[in-house]
């Protein structure tokens, strides 16, 4: 029997301007479902999070969202989750995310999906983790990222094999490619 894979979604509780990023969110959320995976996301009901689980849920996925209680009434928490778990705050969120995933997908997003990719990544870095990090770049929205980390690098504060640690991904269809090849 195949073990239930899972996939840690991070992305904004917010839609952002271009429409591609909800509809990529949706995208995303009904692959994660038509491949028998599991979504982990941070269990709001509002921009990219709200798409992606609402996704996820009507193409019949397995669910579990993640969200610190002070964040139940701005996120709108979701309620009709699979699995619901209310922690105390972000770091305990974020840990609970990864731990109960097999590899990480961040859609655009704000400060708090920066500092989610962010952490998971040190967490790779030093060697905490293996788990495969990808960055879907729908539009380009991730360009700047990783001219920046191209730039930590050339400046002498991280090795070039950091920029290894994580992968861009123009698209849902590429990006789901890679995970099937992770998840084989």
């Not at 998971?120 to 991730?142: A, C, E, M, S």
Request: proline share 6%; aromatic share 8%.
């Amino acid at each position: 029997m195949t073990p239930l894979r899972s996939v840690c979604v991070f992305c904004g509780s917010r839609p952002g301007v271009s429409p591609a990023y909800a509809d990529a969110a949706r995208t995303l959320g009904h692959a994660i479902a038509g491949h028998g995976w599991r979504l982990v996301y941070g269990a709001g009901d509002v921009g990219l999070m709200g798409e992606v689980a609402r996704a996820a849920l009507a193409a019949g996925a397995p669910t579990m969202g993640v969200i610190p209680t002070h964040l139940m009434g701005k996120e709108k928490g979701k309620r009709d989750l699979g699995q619901l778990v209310i922690t105390e705050d972000m770091h305990e969120r974020k840990k609970v995310m990864f731990m109960n995933s097999d590899a990480i997908v961040v859609l655009p997003g704000g400060a708090g999906s920066l500092d989610e990719f962010f952490e998971v990544l040190t967490w790779r870095q030093i060697g905490l983790h293996t788990k495969p990090i990808f960055l879907l770049d729908t539009n380009g929205y991730w360009q700047p990222l990783i001219q920046l980390m191209d730039h930590v690098i050339e400046q002498g504060f991280a090795e070039p094999h950091l920029r290894h640690s994580f992968a861009a991904l123009p698209d849902v269809p590429g990006l789901l490619a890679r995970l099937e090849d992770v998840f084989s």
